[in-house]
Structures are given as C-alpha cells and as structure tokens.
T-cell receptor, first 111, second 114 residues
Framework: SQKIEQNSEALNIQEGKTATLTCNYTNYSPAYLQWYRQDPGRGPVFLLLIRENEKEKRKERLKVTFDTTLKQSLFHITASQPADSATYLC??????????FGSGTRLQVQP | NAGVTQTPKFQVLKTGQSMTLQCAQDMNHEYMSWYRQDPGMGLRLIHY???????DQGEVPNGYNVSRSTTEDFPLRLLSAAPSQTSVYFC?????????????FGPGTRLTVL
C-alpha cells in the first residue's frame, strides 16, 4: 500500500521564522502530492499541489518541493505568523479517485 | 455555493444503534469520499464513489455502508454502532483538474458511541 509519513507530530517556531514540514512516501512515486491545512474543529482545506515532474511550487509565503530521489516533499512557510498555527496534512494520489493522507504536523507559531 | 455540507455536527449513539450521516455537495463533482479521523492516525478512507450508482471500499470499510443515488448526496450508514467507531467523520467532494484530484471537505460530524 502507498503510505505517507509526516515525521513531526508538532513543530514550534517563533514568528517571522520559516517553518519547514516534512512528508515522506513509500513505494512508487505518486503522480502528485498535496498539502492541506486543518484548523481545530474544521475540515481540511487544500493549499498547494506539486506534480511528480515539478521540483518546486510557490504560492505567496508557501513553497513546496518534491524530491523523487529522497521520496520526500518539504512544505515551507516563510515569515510565519501566529495565524499560520494549524495542522498541516500531506496527501498523495492512490491510483483511485481518493487520496491517502499523512497524520499531520501541528504547527504552533509563537508571537 | 454552500460547498460540502454535513449533518449532524455532533451525535451520541449507544452501542448497537444505527444511523446515517448525511453529506451533500453543490459543485457537481462526480467523485465523493468518506473519511474518519482519529488522533494520531490522520484521515482514513472509508468508502468512495466515482459517480451516481458507483461506490467502492476504502481502507476501513467494515461496519459502514454507502449508496449514491444522486450526484449531490453521499450518505454514510452505520449499521450497528460500536465504540471503535467513535471518531470525527469527514465527507469530501473531489474536483478533477487535469487528472489531479483536489478534495473539498465538509465541516465534519463528531460521533461518540457509548
């Protein structure tokens, strides 16, 4: 089965710093990886996707990388703010019309 | 657009009771899914549907039934609730964008089985 692992359960950083979250996958390379944000008591919200043939994608303060050699995606939030505090989920395609999600990394940005 | 709606928001059941979690979307998406989310385990796929009349099992289907009679609705039925089904349930509607499935989630149903 295709697994997704987000190694850090929690990450605490100071406001203004760059947060870096890690997502590792097993078995065959996914066609794409996605990142979602989840706030307490709410459903996940799509943020960014990166395809297998892309090395890097950016959206405002967000940056995602995809390294098929390391089987890893990194998710960066630059100039982090307390409002960025949330749980971030990594997801991959499964070959069916649904996704496999990692267990998430809870980010806390301290003012 | 309301997006994906789920009812109820909260539910408490006794062991052995049955109930249906409702899910509806107004985005005309063909694909819909049900996930459960438990602490430390992330989102796990229960069932999914690729169109009206077509459903398939996900990772953890036991104890749950689904049907898809319309594009808009995708209810999840618990046949005989067990404490192990205590969880937060999310319904998702999937947008197909050039072969990439982006999911839109509902607000969730928090279910407790006593």
């Amino acid at each position: 089965s295709q697994k997704i692992e987000q190694n850090s359960e929690a990450l605490n950083i100071q406001e203004g710093k760059t947060a870096t979250l890690t997502c590792n996958y097993t078995n065959y390379s996914p066609a794409y990886l996605q990142w979602y944000r989840q706030d307490p008591g709410r459903g996940p919200v799509f943020l960014l996707l990166i395809r297998e043939n892309e090395k890097e994608k950016r959206k405002e303060r967000l940056k995602v990388t995809f390294d098929t050699t390391l089987k890893q995606s990194l998710f960066h939030i630059t100039a982090s703010q307390p409002a960025d505090s949330a749980t971030y989920l990594c997801a991959r395609d499964t070959g069916r019309r649904a996704l496999t999600f990692g267990s998430g990394t809870r980010l806390q940005v301290q003012p | 657009n309301a997006g994906v709606t789920q009812t109820p928001k909260f539910q408490v059941l006794k062991t052995g009771q049955s109930m249906t979690l409702q899910c509806a979307q107004d985005m005309n998406h063909e694909y819909m899914s049900w996930y459960r989310q438990d602490p430390g385990m992330g989102l796990r796929l229960i069932h999914y549907s690729v169109g009206a009349g077509i459903t398939d099992q996900g990772e953890v289907p036991n104890g749950y039934n689904v049907s898809r009679s319309t594009t808009e609705d995708f209810p999840l039925r618990l046949l005989s609730a067990a404490p192990s089904q205590t969880s937060v349930y999310f319904c998702a509607s999937t947008e197909d964008n050039r072969g990439v499935d982006t999911q839109y989630f509902g607000p969730g149903t928090r279910l407790t089985v006593l």
